[in-house]
């Protein structure tokens, strides 16, 4: 078994900063949501966004969907050889269960988080499907308690997805950013014991998902 963090995912709920500024008002009634309930969203909120904090890695629920898709689709997963966690990047952490059916359209996929970041739990006959705590990413890395934490960014040490997913440990932490421009703050750098770059260019983060997961599967099950 590894575990899987998406880390510092681009992915909350509209803050009250910004609230009343009118795209996301605008957007919010288009929803019939109050603006309190709808994601953060780069695509329709470009404006309200512009200047505030960590702006380039916030707004991308779009890239969370690709991510989770990509880590629960695949056998490894259905095998229950995989636990994911997505850590959000106002330190929540979204918890998937066993066999968890992400929806494959988007705007499923967002009401479906929109509704967990209200209730913090979404379950399927008293299953636990999603659960939503409010946990900072090294309480979750000590709640996980790996044997290794290893991450990925272009700032690492260069290697390849064939050997470091040859050589990955048992009961391992992989540590993936969840936003499209940027790098880890220090605070997540700090919980990592290695930290690889598997390409001589920067790759989105459903790709590297995909294929370490790929290669991973290969020493496993192949």
């Known amino acids: 078994m590894i575990s899987l963090i998406i880390a510092e995912s681009a992915l909350e709920l509209v803050p009250k900063k910004l609230r009343n500024h009118p795209s996301v008002i ?3 009634q288009k929803l019939q949501k109050k603006s309190s309930e709808i994601l953060l969203d780069n695509s329709w909120h470009f404006a309200a966004m512009k200047g505030i904090e960590d702006e380039f890695k916030r707004g991308r629920p779009d890239l969370i969907h ?3 898709l990509e880590a629960t689709t695949i056998p490894l997963y259905k095998k229950n050889q995989i636990k994911i966690f997505i850590h959000t990047i106002d330190d929540k952490v979204i918890y998937l269960g066993e066999n968890v059916n992400i929806p494959k359209s988007y705007h499923r996929f967002e009401g479906l988080v929109e509704k967990l970041f209200l209730e913090k739990t979404i379950k399927s006959n008293e299953n636990v499907l999603l659960e939503l705590k409010e946990n900072s990413l090294s309480d979750l ?3 996980i308690n790996p044997s290794q934490v290893i991450g990925f960014s272009t700032q690492g040490e260069e290697n390849s997805f064939e050997s470091v997913a040859s050589n990955l ?3 391992c932490c992989l540590i993936i950013g969840g936003f499209q421009k940027g790098h880890f703050s220090e605070n997540t750098l700090n919980q990592m014991e290695k930290l690889v770059s598997i390409h001589d260019s920067s790759l989105e983060a459903h790709t590297v998902i995909s294929r370490i997961l790929y290669e991973y599967e290969k020493t496993i099950f192949m």
């Open 26 to 28: 605008s957007h919010a």
């Open 66 to 68: 690709l991510c989770i």
């Open 141 to 143: 890395i000590d709640e």
């Open 169 to 171: 440990p048992k009961n």
